[in-house]
């Protein structure tokens, strides 16, 4: 089934076995159904059937709505539609330059082009107003191809009359509308159609006969994308990429041929090639994506390979390093384990197609793509199908490996210290509790859709719905950042309530693995109880919703001396803390501003 | 001689058939030269899109407006498959 979904596409067998594969997708549990309109400009059933595939392999079982034919404007600004019935929790706005209303004529001015810019950009603002307005939710835009054929050759590209030249003003407009607007984000068809070929995007058949905007083979790759988005905005994005190293990150085999003997640097095009595959893992560190090594091989011999004159990565790099001889899939959960984060988060790239047979057999959790043994083609594999697609570089993404290099040298001081505690204390802790804050609201989502293990009910928020919650004076909310003598974690704990009668019930409670066993729940819990206190309240309620992967939090409103109440939620446990007399504070070790 | 062609013939059909079984997914689905879109149930015009591309894929041909607007029934387009294609019919 997964091979239908790895790069390349099998578009063929997308397109002739999609009712076959939606039935077998369909048929798994644990699908989060999500409200998805599609107002296109264009036909848009074939993109609707494909988004469905792609989201149901993401997880998401998506219910549609989809606007009639080059109805989206109308859709969006009268609310008679049925848009509204529909209660969306995405919006995808499936435009191309076919929607474009009018292009510039060959005798007007450059007032009246700009003019014309400023119509087409103002038509689309009003759409995402409106949207934010009365739905709040996020949009998806395309952005628009270059044409399809150019009246003026190359002049096109930059006479002020160009077709190319407009569509290049206009998309960048788009970007930085994309910039400001926390609720939009960009579908870059401009890139796929480009990726894909615009001759064959193109197609004028399908246009002329059904009124399809592109080829419809790319449609899968556009269905893709559009799913790697919304993983993105429900956190579902990878956040590990587990690497082989022989014939993997460089050429040979270090064991057999020496430091001198694997292919790396500019000597051959093999070694070239290997060069650029280790800058493009390099940069996806850079951006946020942790690394890890998984490789049969001797630990000494695996590390050597890092000590190579043109080495692009080194053992910094990476955020575990896993050198023996037990079986890959194992080593893997291992991986997942020691950087706290969940198996399914995890990328495996390995050449060796039993090694990556054995992984997706026994561990079929782990995303293992068809990584072939060619490896010219080993970035492609990787990027074009959306595994590590992000939404916003937030400081905490390229600061993220810092983290974790700041972990392990705090585990080397832990063995200095005769107690746990003095341990904790001497780590330095300042922890900033507060309520939800406009700067913040970004990072808190993010992190909120993303937490898998340390996260009491596992409920997902959209930018918009945490604004509203924020904002809300019947809720209370607190975001946690932590600091010690090591560094800055960023902000890693989330909690929300909402107050009911005389009790404050907690919809979330969060926090990031990476501060485990620090004592910031319980400095999060003691500022919680502080502001119900201060609003009068008498008790606080708990919830622990169970999934699959926050079974570490099973017992915690246990430990922290709440008592179970006989009355629980349909799957799950509920809990009740008095606070009306004295309340205990848990948190020792923290030093809690402001 | 004419044996031979009727099994080109046959093997052209069941290539239809089997795409069109896929697409629809359906395995009950028999074609015969006779058969039109509106004797199949799941063929409706979003199917229909569908169908054309992967037969287009599965004979490595690719149609024009001309050719498929006229088609009236299977036959006629295994006809067309035959002239498209080369695959002597």
């Known amino acids: 089934m997964t091979n239908y979904f790895t790069y390349p596409l099998d578009t063929t067998g997308l397109l002739r076995k999609k009712r076959a594969i939606r039935r077998d997708l369909s048929n798994r549990k644990n699908l989060d159904v999500k409200r998805v309109a599609i107002l296109g400009g264009s036909t848009t059933a074939e993109i609707k059937d494909m988004l469905e595939l792609f989201l149901l392999h993401a997880d998401i079982r998506p219910v549609f709505y989809e606007s009639e034919y080059n109805r989206y404007f109308e859709d969006v600004m009268f609310p008679e539609s049925g848009l509204k019935d529909f209660r969306p929790e995405i919006i995808y706005i499936h435009t191309t330059s076919l929607n474009i209303r009018r292009f510039p004529a060959l005798n007007e001015s450059s007032e009246v082009i700009d003019g014309l810019l400023a ?67 960009l579908n870059d068809i401009n890139y796929l159609a480009a990726w894909f070929g615009l001759e064959r995007w193109h197609d004028r058949l399908f246009w002329y006969s ?15 994308s559009i799913a790697s988005i919304i993983r993105a905005i429900y956190g579902k994005a990878k956040k590990c990429l587990v690497l082989d190293l022989d014939n993997t990150l460089w050429g040979g085999v270090i064991g057999d041929d020496g430091l001198k003997g694997i292919r790396i640097g500019k000597e051959t095009p093999e070694a070239e090639a290997y060069t650029e595959f280790q800058r493009y893992v390099k940069e996806l560190k850079e951006r946020g994506v942790l690394l890890a090594v998984c490789s049969k091989n001797d630990e000494t011999n695996a590390r050597e390979g890092f000590t190579h004159p043109d080495t692009i990565l080194s053992l910094d790099d990476f955020a575990a390093f896993t050198a023996n001889w037990n079986p890959k899939h194992e080593n893997i959960r291992g991986i997942a384990g020691s950087l706290n984060i969940g198996i399914d988060s995890l990328v495996f790239a ?26 010219a083609k080993f970035i492609d594999i990787l990027d074009k199908t959306g595994l590590f697609e992000t939404v916003s570089l937030s400081a905490d993404d390229l600061q993220r490996n810092l983290f974790y290099a700041g972990n392990a040298e705090r585990e080397k001081q832990k063995e ?8 904790l204390r001497s780590l330095e802790m300042v922890a900033e509790i507060a309520p939800f804050s406009p700067i913040y609201l970004d990072r808190i989502t993010q992190l909120t859709n993303k937490t898998n293990q340390f996260n009491l009910t596992t409920r997902r928020y959209t930018l918009a719905e945490m604004q509203a919650i924020a904002a809300d004076l019947s809720h209370i909310t607190l975001y946690g950042r932590l600091r010690d003598r090591f560094g800055d974690n960023g902000i890693v704990s989330v909690m929300a309530g909402v107050i009911r009668g005389a009790e404050l019930h907690i919809d979330l409670w969060l926090m990031s693995c990476r501060v485990l066993k620090r004592g910031m729940e319980s ?66 070790c923290i030093t809690v501003t402001p | 001689m004419h044996h031979g062609n009727t099994m080109k013939k046959d093997t052209i059909l069941e290539r239809m058939s089997e795409v069109i079984r896929d697409v629809l997914d359906n395995d009950a689905i028999t074609l015969t030269r006779q058969t039109t879109a509106d004797d199949i149930e799941e063929w409706d015009s979003l199917a229909h899109i569908t169908i054309i591309v992967a037969i287009e894929k599965e004979f490595n041909v690719k149609f024009n407006l001309s050719d498929i607007k006229p088609l009236r029934n299977i036959g006629e387009f295994e006809d067309l498959i035959v002239l498209k294609t080369g695959i002597k019919g």
């Open chain 1, 119 to 185: 119509g087409e950009m103002n038509r689309f603002a009003d759409l995402w107003e409106r949207i934010e307005q009365d739905y709040g939710c996020p949009v998806i835009q395309n952005n628009f191809e270059l044409p399809h054929y150019r009246i003026l050759g190359n002049l096109d590209a930059y006479d002020i009359h160009g077709r190319a030249r407009f569509i290049g003003l206009l998309n960048l407009r788009f970007s930085e509308e994309a910039r400001k607007r926390k609720n939009l984000y």
């Open chain 1, 210 to 224: 059904y009124k399809y905007a592109m080829n419809f083979e790319a449609i899968p790759l556009l269905a893709d």
């Open chain 1, 350 to 375: 390995d050449d060796n197609p039993v090694e990556r047979e054995i992984v997706r057999t026994q561990a079929s959790e782990i995303t293992v793509p068809e990584l072939g043994s060619d490896v």
């Open chain 1, 416 to 423: 200095q210290y005769a107690s746990y505690d003095e341990f």
């Open chain 1, 523 to 588: 400095a999060m819990l003691d500022s919680l109880v502080e502001r119900a206190k201060m609003r009068g309240l008498s008790g606080i309620v708990g919830y622990y919703l169970p999934t699959e992967k926050n079974g570490m939090v099973k017992e915690l409103f246990s430990e922290m001396g709440f008592s179970r109440l006989p009355e629980t939620p349909d799957i799950g446990t509920a809990w009740h803390l008095d606070i009306s007399e004295s309340y205990n504070l848990k948190n020792a």
